[in-house]
């Protein structure tokens, strides 16, 4: 097993060729917030896993249920009319989590681009069953990320997942995402942004019609897209426009459920329901391919009240509720709870804040920092003024350096990604920092 030879595997989001050039580091081993590879050497990993493994990589609870669930049934399907406990037991666990957004029922997926299909279909059949048909559009923000099926892809904000699978499912119109640090309004205060970010979901669905509009999908706090943290008042807004034209909301909540936040999910924090959410990643903690599309109360009103499509949800996978997944799902939701998470996220994300902020203070190369309990982007520029994006060859200078420092990075565009396990110390907050210092130095 050599990294020289890893040409027959193609790793997500990257050129095949640019790995060849780059032999992948293989990771072999894991404990707590810690990956060795195969050299030998540990280091942080500071984007615990994909946004996912919140819980760190040795939580015994999780690996014992599913070490037994394995013995006691592997596999059973979700199609004709069974079900398994796990799965029973982990839709009603989620219910019960997700009491204060009003999510009725659980949909389970393999994960979250899963979800979001999932949720897209369905509102589309939501709307045929009452009847508006014409409702089949979509609407998003730009920067947003919601995955890679055809539907996830459509509704994505950024090009680069976008242009080479063109074209994506029409009837898809995207609007500005309230980012401060680069918007066309050239706002800076995040509260007057999200009402202009606000007006401008307006002015789309008056173009659009709002009896065309199916759904808007948001992620209460982007992710992929540099870690956008819209002013608290903007989903509420959101909320608003789309109650006022009857409009599903969609919370993508892919990477803000279970905690990393600060809260328990992202639209909780601003005082949202939204229609359905999409959830997945930290469902398991990373420790078993699991999503689910959780529906609110109102939506499954119509779809269990509905005579017209009875049975016929034409939507499934293979591992639909898959009992391991589930048993997963249960064990870390327990261990979330137990150990409070989204207290650590909160108070480890201020200290990293901190810590972000005092490197921006020394390091020109740093454009912006924009962070929410432990999720955090560093946006890198050649020139604080032009604010030009820093290029490729930059961005993996300071990774790699801050690897030699001891700590992975994640880099995605010009933004260094952090979204570190939440059972992170103090002192590991401190490793990040140095790390980073390193890495940034390294191109000073
Ligand atoms: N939605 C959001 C907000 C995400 O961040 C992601 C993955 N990073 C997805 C959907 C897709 O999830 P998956 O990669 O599990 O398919």
């Known amino acids: 097993l050599a990294a ?5 595997i193609w790793h997500p989001m990257a050129h095949p060729a640019d790995m060849q050039a780059n032999p992948p580091r293989v990771v072999m081993k894991g404990e707590g ?13 500071a984007v615990g896993g ?14 014992r249920a599913i070490a037994e669930q394995l013995d ?41 681009s899963d979800s979001v299909e999932t949720a897209l279909r369905l509102a589309r059949q939501y709307w045929k069953i009452r009847g508006q048909g014409d409702r089949t559009k979509f609407l998003a923000l730009k920067k947003g990320y919601h995955g890679t099926h055809f539907g996830g892809a459509s509704v994505n904000g950024n090009a680069n997942f976008r242009r080479n699978y063109e074209p994506l499912m029409p009837g898809v119109f995207h609007i500005p995402a309230p980012c401060t640090y680069r918007n066309p309004f050239d706002e800076t205060d995040p509260e007057k942004l999200a009402r202009l970010c606000a007006r401008a979901l307006e002015d789309e669905i008056a173009f659009q019609g709002a009896d065309t509009i199916a759904a808007f999908i948001m992620e209460p706090v982007l992710g992929a897209g540099g870690v956008i943290v819209p002013h608290e008042s903007f989903m509420p807004l959101v909320r608003a426009i789309c109650d006022r034209h009857e409009i599903l909301l969609i919370a993508d909540e892919v990477v803000t459920g279970f905690g990393r936040t600060g809260a328990w999910s992202g639209s909780r924090a601003v005082g949202v329901k939204p229609d359905m959410m999409t959830i997945a990643k930290a469902i398991t903690s990373g420790y078993f391919p699991l999503g689910a599309t959780l529906i609110g109360g109102a939506v499954a009103e119509v779809f269990e009240a509905d005579k017209t499509s009875f049975g016929a949800i034409g939507h499934g996978y293979t591992y639909s ?19 409070k998470v989204n207290e650590n996220a909160a108070a480890r994300g201020l200290e990293l804040a901190a810590v972000l902020e005092e490197l921006k203070a020394r390091h020109e190369v740093v454009g912006d920092i924009r962070c929410k309990g432990l999720m955090a982007a560093i946006e890198l520029v050649s ?22 420092a ?16 939440l059972i992170l110390t103090s002192g590991e907050v401190r490793e990040i920092g140095e790390a980073l210092d390193a890495g940034l130095s390294a191109i000073a």
């Open 4 to 8: 020289n030879n890893a040409k027959q």
């Open 33 to 45: 917030a810690h990956v060795t590879d195969l050299e030998g050497r540990t280091v942080l990993d």
């Open 321 to 339: 509720g898959h009992p391991v997944g589930c048993a997963a799902g249960i064990a870390a939701l327990a261990e979330t709870r137990r150990l």
């Open 72 to 112: 006691e049934l592997p596999y059973y399907s979700g199609f004709r009319g069974t079900s398994t406990g796990p799965s029973i037991e982990l839709a009603w666990e989620l219910t019960q989590w997700f009491e204060p957004e009003v999510m009725a029922r659980a949909f389970f997926t393999s994960g979250g």
């Open 383 to 404: 020139d604080r003024g032009t604010k030009k994006a820093a290029d490729k060859g930059t961005m993996k200078r300071v990774s790699d350096a801050a690897y030699e």
């Open 406 to 421: 001891g700590v992975m990075l994640r880099v995605s565009g010009s933004n260094i990604i952090l979204s570190p396990p």
């Open 50 to 63: 994909l946004w996912n493994v919140n819980l760190g990589y040795s939580c015994e609870p999780i690996k």
